[in-house]
Structures are given as C-alpha cells and as structure tokens.
C-alpha cells in the first residue's frame, strides 16, 4: 500500500485511494466538486461533500479551509501527527490538485488527490468515465 507523505499533494490513483480508505477508517474521503456533480452525477460511497468551487457563481468556496478543518476537529477523526490523512476528489483530478495546495498552505499536513478523478478525462468521443475516474474503475459509489 503506498505511504502518504507529509507537507506534499500526495497523488492516487482510484484504487490506491480505495484500498488506504479500506485499510483505515481515520481516512477522510472528501469530493469537492459542485453541489449538482455531488447529488446528479453520483459520488464515492462515504464520501464526505465539502465543494471547491460551487455555483451560482462558481467563485473558490472562502470557506473550505476551515471547512475541512472542522470535519478534523469535529470528531470524524483525531488531528495528531498533523491529523488523518484526507483524500480529495474533484471530476478528473484538477481542482483537488488547487483545493489540496490551498489546504496545505494552511498548514494542513496529509493531503491526498484521486488523480484520475471520480470520472476521468474524456476519452476521443468527450464522454466520461471511459478512459479512468473512480466510476471506470467499478470502485464503490452512489446518487442522490
């Protein structure tokens, strides 16, 4: 299983994320994507919905450093050692990779990506979840 490093953006791969999270339930799974990909497009079983950027006016959420600090410091898990490890997904891996470095500029230590995202890139017909993502990968998930 791979290590987490601190005070790096530590990337995963879907499988990767599932088998830390299936290991150890101190792991926080956090999908930072908009309320509508969230709720309609379906999300990780678990996971945890703290967004990045929302609508309407799809601006960086000023709120979601201290968002995720309070999911650490309101019990889900204990912050020692720099707190549990969070992992976050996003669609296709690039917004947690700004949400991830936002977090670690606060000063938050084990921080994880889902690189290929929860559906992927596009694949040559610009669908979804066909070429990578946490869906491709017939990993564990749910809509509302």
């Not at 088998?19 to 509508?36: F, Q, T």
């Not at 079983?45 to 006016?57: L, M």
């Not at 990506?113 to 992927?120: D, N």
Request: proline fraction near 4%.
């Amino acid at each position: 299983m791979k290590k987490i490093k601190e005070n790096i953006l530590n990337e995963l791969s879907p499988i990767e994320a599932y088998e830390i999270l299936d290991n150890d339930s101190k792991i926080i799974l956090v999908d930072i994507r908009a309320n509508m990909e969230f709720l309609f497009v379906g999300h990780p079983k678990g996971a945890i919905h703290v967004p990045w950027i929302d609508e309407p006016d799809w601006t960086v959420n000023k709120n979601f450093v201290k968002e995720i600090r309070q999911l650490i410091l309101g019990g889900v898990c204990e912050q020692s050692d720099g707190g549990s490890p969070i992992i976050l997904i996003c669609r296709s891996g690039k917004r947690s990779v700004d949400a991830g470095n936002a977090l670690l500029e606060a000063g938050l230590r084990n921080i994880c990506h889902i690189s290929e995202g929860f559906e992927g890139e596009l694949d040559s017909q610009h669908h979804r979840s066909s070429v990578g993502g946490w869906r491709y990968h017939d990993l564990p998930w749910e809509q509302c």
